[in-house]
């Protein structure tokens, strides 16, 4: 059997395709102008925005500081739990 027959060629993804690009300067031409005529308002609201990212970026970026995902890796039972019996008698 030849390899060369059964290798598929992969289409191009859309991120790396022409209209990906045209999309993209289309967007930043049109986000361009609508910063230009609406600035005063998106900087009236800056402030809030500054400080409605605070309780976002906690919710998400802190990602629950790895509680309750697993077991121990040494294998000790933790002795945090009054009600689980210890090899003590």
Not at 18 to 32: D, H, N, P, Q
Request: aromatic residues 10%; glycine residues 12%.
């Amino acid at each position: 059997m030849n390899r060369e027959h059964q290798q598929h060629e992969r289409l191009p993804s859309f991120w790396g395709s022409r209209y990906s690009i045209g999309l993209f300067v289309i967007g930043a031409v049109a986000g361009y102008f609508l910063l230009k005529e609406h600035l005063v308002h998106v900087a009236t609201a800056l402030p809030y925005l500054f400080v409605l990212a605070c309780p976002i970026m906690h919710l998400f970026m802190h990602g629950g500081h790895g509680h309750g995902h697993g077991s121990h890796k040494d294998g000790l039972s933790s002795s945090s739990d009054p009600n689980k019996k210890g090899d003590a008698p």
